[in-house]
């Protein structure tokens, strides 16, 4: 079964879109060293190394690699120079999501109109133009140190044409992959691991959601921001009753773009008896907002996490009671809601430590990722829906208390 991003499935009709996002373009990681960070997220999540710019296709001031995967596209960008905004950056919050680009029709357009509809810009509209076709980018401020990008392409650079594996934009080139570019011993590294992949997939489709972390008291903030400047709806919100363990808290609001195409929760932390997990990122990252977490959609849970582990990818793990009660739990109100029961193996879950969550629509199986670098920071979330179009609000206790115990080794609770 091949499940597409809704934009890629769904005919666009942008009613309820004024600024009419047709992808995710990209996500863009400001990153201390792209090259090995490429290595990482290849070798780990099974993307393929697809392109770069740097200095050998005539990018000076920072390097930039295409990673993808299904409908997935991250641009991992470093500096060259101490100049370059990315080495402030990555001073100050270390590796992390700089941006989250939407594609769209018109990107000098859609960019005008969140600007009049209260954005601060982040950057004005660039064209990278070459004899293949041009792309237009511009960029507008959100919470903290993210911008969102709206991208617009012509020519070779088209969206489908990029999924083709077209060059990304002017200035990238893909990977010599021939035998010739091999180096001593005939190996030539990127290709062995891009082949490896493609034999061996770890089946992530495209991101579902993304979620915000800001401060105590802001995020009632983001929320209008993300209804007034990018005309978004609420899809759904927890509160500190939702989301709490004895110790410590959050709040969370779900804001959905018109069409379905992207989810972002905005998060902020409340008070408890101890240190909520988002405070803690916030303490991580120079008391400044930013992406907490990316959820990355498949259509088969048990085999990405099984992949994913078996490459070293280190996932939550949960009190070992949480299987005593969970199936009851999510069980009872799939029958309440004339849903089958969740068909995957029972005990094949919980062997690989997925979490399971059921809503009035269906069922999800999830599981988050520790963090992705040293500080506790930036984490993946791996999902996969079975009709549910919820975030797992059952498992927030649960996965509280993992998070916790993870806080506390980290002398942070
Ligand atoms: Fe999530």
């Known amino acids: 079964m091949t499940t597409l991003s809704p934009a890629a499935h769904t005919k ?4 309820n879109d004024p600024l009419h996002l ?22 780990c999540f099974g993307f393929q190394i697809e392109q770069v710019s740097d200095l050998t296709s005539g990018s000076r001031d920072a390097s930039h690699y295409l990673l993808t995967q299904g409908n997935i596209r991250f641009i991992l960008t470093s500096p060259l120079s101490p100049t370059h905004h990315a080495a402030m950056e990555v001073a100050m919050y270390g590796d992390g999501v700089k941006d989250v680009a939407f594609n769209v029709y018109d990107a000098e357009k859609a960019w005008e109109r969140a600007i009049s509809n209260g954005a601060q810009p982040a950057y004005e509209p660039r064209h990278f133009k070459d ?10 401020k959100t919470f903290g140190r993210v911008n969102h990008t709206f991208v617009s392409r012509t020519g070779a650079y088209d969206l489908t044409k990029v999924k083709q594996g077209a060059a990304f934009m002017p200035r990238f080139r893909k990977f010599d992959t021939t035998a010739t570019s091999a180096g001593a011993g005939g190996i030539n590294p990127i ?13 992530l489709k495209y991101v579902d959601h993304l979620v915000g972390n800001v401060e105590l008291g802001k995020m009632n903030d983001w929320v209008k921001f993300y209804e007034q400047v990018l005309e978004f709806s609420m899809f759904m919100h927890f509160d500190d009753k ?30 408890g008896k101890r240190k909520s997990q988002v405070q803690e990122y916030l303490d991580w990252h120079a008391n400044t907002p930013g992406v907490q977490h990316l959820a990355l959609r498949t259509d088969d849970e048990l085999h990405s996490i099984a992949a994913l582990r078996s490459r070293g990818v280190d996932f939550l793990s949960l009190p070992d009671a949480y299987y005593e009660k969970v199936w009851d739990r999510v069980n009872t109100m799939l029958k309440q809601h004339g849903h089958q029961a969740v068909k995957e ?22 599981l988050f990722t520790k963090p992705l670098q040293d500080r506790p920071t930036l ?4 999902i996969c829906r079975r009709g549910a179009q919820s975030f797992g609000k059952g498992n927030f206790k649960a996965l509280f208390e993992a998070l916790e115990l993870e806080q506390e080794r980290r002398g942070n609770l």
């Open 22 to 43: 047709i992808d995710v373009d990209h996500v863009q990681f400001y990153v201390g060293n792209a090259k090995q960070a490429a290595f990482f997220y290849a070798h």
């Open 345 to 366: 193996d029972h005990e094949a879950i919980r062997k690989l430590g997925i979490l399971v969550d059921a809503d009035d629509e269906g069922y999800l199986l999830q």
């Open 191 to 203: 290709l062995t691991i891009n082949d490896y992949n493609k034999k061996n997939p770890c089946g």
């Open 131 to 140: 004899e293949h076709g041009t792309v237009t980018m511009a960029g507008i």
């Open 242 to 271: 939702d989301i709490a363990t004895d110790f410590s808290a959050l709040m969370s609001k779900v804001m959905s773009s018109g069409q379905g195409l992207i989810k972002i929760p905005i998060n902020e932390p409340a008070p």
């Open 379 to 382: 984490f993946f979330e791996i």
């Open 12 to 15: 666009p009709s942008f009613a």
